[in-house]
């Protein structure tokens, strides 16, 4: 089992950039794909970005490609999201995850995922 705890949440304006942080305890992530999911008011949770155990390959939503890069630094137990040119649209509760799905539909589901942290919200401004 793997301890999640998310920070570099805030409020920002449009076009700004936020750098979100998932640090983890109890158990290396090195051996996880870590995710990160979002939640905005009224509707479910949906994929951001993924990356793979040894940071060797990556995956994201279309709504956040481009603009986002998620990165880990397995020495460090952490995960980053850097969240560029943020839209009203990415306003939501950001969760950090940890799982070992194997296909690359499976990397951004949900359900694959079974360690979560208690979520940072990331609120933009129009």
């Known amino acids: 089992q793997v301890q999640l705890v998310e920070s570099g949440g805030g409020l920002v304006q449009t076009g700004g950039s936020l750098r979100l942080s998932c640090a983890a305890s109890?158990?290396?992530?090195?051996?996880?794909?870590m995710g990160w999911f979002r939640q905005a008011p009224g509707k479910e949770r949906e994929f951001a970005a993924a990356i793979t155990m040894s940071g060797g390959r990556t995956y994201y939503a279309d709504s956040v490609k481009g603009r986002f890069t998620i990165s880990r630094d397995n020495a460090k137990n952490t995960v980053y999201l850097q969240m560029n040119s943020l839209k009203p649209e990415d306003t939501a509760v950001y969760y950090c995850?940890?799982?070992?799905?194997?296909?690359?539909?499976?990397?951004?589901?949900?359900?694959?995922?079974?360690?979560w942290g208690q979520g940072t919200q990331v609120t933009v401004s129009s």
């Open positions: 995850a940890a799982g070992r799905p194997v296909t690359a539909a499976q990397t951004m589901g949900v359900n694959w995922y079974r360690n």
């Open positions: 109890g158990r290396t992530v090195s051996i996880y794909t």
